[in-house]
């Protein structure tokens, strides 16, 4: 009976699901190979299942979503633009608050740390793409606490 049945394959897509209640989840939607999330969102299904970061599947209700965010896309996007922004800084702070914020993301982050959890494969494939976005940003944010001293003590 199950021998012969084909196997539909999905995607796990790394998403934020933001619920009328406000309660966030971080993890993953199954879609299929053929299938956007827009597709997903919008099908006959009343339940869908979730894949929390930690392995965890949960099932949850469509209807009682608000939005549903790729989390990759989104990231790049926003990393792109202003990189005081991935550590929750402004962009007046000095050299040693970066320092301090880049840390704590690295230490929340880091693949090692996760792999050691015993995560699955592809969230630790995911930790390294954060980590090297994570890095470029803080190099980024250092040149501009660097020019921006050199500027203040260029106009002294």
């Given at each position: 009976?199950?021998?012969?049945s084909?196997?539909?394959?999905?995607n796990?897509l790394?998403?934020?699901?933001?619920?009328?209640?406000?309660?966030?989840?971080?993890?993953?939607?199954?879609?299929?190979?053929?299938?956007?999330?827009?597709?997903?969102?919008n099908?006959?299904?009343?339940?869908?299942?979730?894949e929390m970061l930690?392995?965890?599947?949960?099932?949850?209700?469509?209807?009682?979503?608000?939005?549903?965010?790729?989390?990759?896309?989104?990231?790049?996007?926003?990393d792109?633009?202003?990189?005081?922004?991935?550590f929750?800084?402004?962009?007046?702070?000095?050299?040693?608050?970066?320092?301090?914020?880049?840390?704590?993301?690295?230490q929340?982050l880091?693949?090692?740390?996760l792999s050691?959890l015993?995560l699955?494969d592809?969230?630790?494939?995911?930790?390294h793409?954060?980590?090297?976005?994570l890095?470029?940003?803080?190099?980024?944010?250092?040149?501009q606490?660097?020019d921006?001293?050199?500027a203040?003590?260029?106009?002294?």
């Amino acid at each position: 009976m199950y021998g012969d049945s084909k196997k539909i394959y999905k995607n796990k897509l790394l998403v934020e699901v933001e619920f009328d209640s406000g309660t966030l989840w971080t993890g993953y939607l199954f879609v299929g190979q053929q299938q956007r999330l827009s597709d997903l969102m919008n099908d006959e299904r009343v339940f869908l299942p979730f894949e929390m970061l930690d392995g965890s599947i949960e099932i949850f209700v469509k209807s009682h979503t608000r939005r549903v965010k790729p989390i990759a896309r989104a990231n790049a996007a926003a990393d792109s633009e202003n990189p005081f922004h991935v550590f929750g800084l402004s962009e007046s702070v000095g050299e040693t608050a970066l320092r301090e914020a880049y840390h704590r993301k690295v230490q929340e982050l880091h693949p090692d740390k996760l792999s050691s959890l015993g995560l699955s494969d592809e969230l630790i494939r995911f930790a390294h793409e954060r980590m090297a976005r994570l890095n470029e940003a803080y190099s980024r944010a250092r040149k501009q606490c660097r020019d921006a001293t050199s500027a203040a003590a260029a106009a002294e």
